[in-house]
Nanobody, 115 residues
Framework: QVRLVESGGGLVQAGGSLRLSCAASGIMLSINAVGWYRRTPGKQRELVAGISSSGSTNYADSVKGRFTISRDNAGNTMYLQMNSLKPEDTAVYYC?????????WGQGTQVTVSS
């Protein structure tokens, strides 16, 4: 059974930093495509950052230069380091992993950035 569990969300002032973690079980993050999405009320879920199965990374234009996605293969955990946070980054953040065309999702973690 695949399980993804996010942690690290919270309330931070604009300009601050947070690091989100996503601990995985039942799936190897090191060999599958993984990513972070976010959703705000009234908006569709959007891709924030991803790592392909080959290891290449991609970012939404709105977070380039501020966010960094990474994965710890030994610990089977992925991270999203978020720096220079802005109020518009406020959202529920979800980690995801894909295996054989099946997408798996965590339960989400709230990030709130105050101005």
């Amino acid at each position: 059974q695949v399980r993804l569990v996010e942690s690290g969300g919270g309330l931070v002032q604009a300009g601050g930093s947070l690091r989100l973690s996503c601990a995985a079980s039942g799936i190897m993050l090191s060999i599958n495509a993984v990513g972070w999405y976010r959703r705000t009320p009234g908006k569709q879920r959007e891709l924030v950052a991803g790592i392909s199965s080959s290891g290449s990374t991609n970012y939404a234009d709105s977070v380039k230069g501020r966010f960094t996605i990474s994965r710890d293969n030994a610990g089977n955990t992925m991270y999203l380091q978020m720096n220079s946070l802005k109020p518009e980054d406020t959202a529920v953040y979800y980690c995801t992993a894909k295996r054989r065309q099946q997408d798996y999702w965590g339960q989400g973690t709230q990030v709130t950035v105050s101005s």
